[in-house]
């Protein structure tokens, strides 16, 4: 079984992006204030990736399941997301998206809250998250305690996407005081701890990295391994974020990494099938048997709402 823990959908973007309104454009494009940014190949006529052609995309690449995540620079979608799992509920479980310093998160948790739509998504990056809405968020400020109050109250799990290493959204010592404090949470950290190419050989990012990779040494933290490759600016086969991979795994153990995709943007460099084949034919330091943890049994594992 393949389940994609980190896939995307939208058909009309009403998001943010720092201080920029987003927007959709045409043929790939995204609105970013007054620029245009290249988010999607531009065969992306429209600028959309709606639940049809993920379904369509999952199907034609052997992908059995996936886990509906969001972003604020696309913007909250959270009945999209509903729409999508009680269209396909053999399919998809899904993300709830808020923004941490409104009035009402703890009220729209509560409401979207279902056991397919468990999981809570911050993005705590500068560039695509909360941290370049928000400067200087903290996720140990009292708002961000109330959630993390509500979700094990709820039995939500939590992903964070940290962002780049050297970003305020980088967070290690706070996500492991909250990992600590709530064992009963399950977080998963995304992008295989997000190294980007142009740290590559800084001892000091490298450092930042491997603590936030040990941190899913705990019970209840695992890793996201999703557009590495791009993130590293490589060509396929992706050897650098095989190597991080590796050296994961090392770390952590197989059990503690779930696969995925990131799509769309990820198609602006790899195919879906790459992006599979990546671990499947690539990783040959694992096992037959950790091949299958990561690319499904794991995400088994953290979801709720899943069939078997």
Not at 46 to 74: E, R, T, W, Y
Not at 183 to 196: A, D
Request: charge should be negative.
């Amino acid at each position: 079984m393949i389940i994609d823990a980190h896939a995307h959908i939208f058909t009309n973007i009403a998001g943010q992006r720092g201080a920029n309104k987003t927007s959709s454009g045409t043929f790939g494009k995204v609105n970013v204030g007054n620029d245009e940014v290249q988010m999607l190949p531009p065969t992306f006529v429209d600028s959309s990736f709606n639940v049809d052609m993920l379904i369509h995309m999952m199907d034609c690449n052997g992908v059995d399941k996936a886990v509906l995540l969001q972003n604020p620079v696309f913007g909250s979608i959270n009945e999209d997301v509903a729409e999508a799992i009680r269209a396909f509920p053999e399919r998809f479980v899904g993300t709830i998206q808020v923004d941490p310093l409104s009035d009402h998160a703890l009220e729209t948790v509560k409401k979207i809250a279902t056991p397919k739509q468990s999981t809570l998504k911050f993005e705590l990056s500068r560039g695509w998250g909360w941290s370049g809405i928000h400067p200087g968020l903290q996720i140990d400020s009292p708002e961000f305690m109330d959630i993390w109050d509500l979700a094990s109250e709820l039995e939500l799990s939590v992903i964070v996407d940290p962002g780049r290493i050297d970003n305020p959204g980088y967070q290690v010592a706070q996500i492991d005081a909250i990992s600590q404090k709530y064992p009963q949470i399950k977080f998963l950290l995304e992008h295989l701890g997000y190294f980007t190419g142009d740290l590559i050989g800084d001892e000091t990012a490298k450092k930042r990295w491997l603590n936030l990779i040990e941190l899913a040494q705990k019970e209840n933290v695992f890793l996201g391994f999703s557009a590495a490759g791009i993130l590293l600016d490589e060509d396929y086969p992706c050897p650098g974020a095989l190597r991080l991979l590796e050296e994961a795994v090392s770390i952590v153990g197989a059990n503690k990494i779930v696969w995925g995709s990131d799509l769309p943007t990820t198609l602006n460099k790899y195919t879906y099938q790459q992006m599979i084949d990546v671990v499947l034919k690539h990783a040959q330091f694992l096992t037959g048997n950790e091949k299958k943890q990561i690319m499904g049994i794991n995400a088994l594992d953290f979801f709720t709402g899943f069939d078997s």
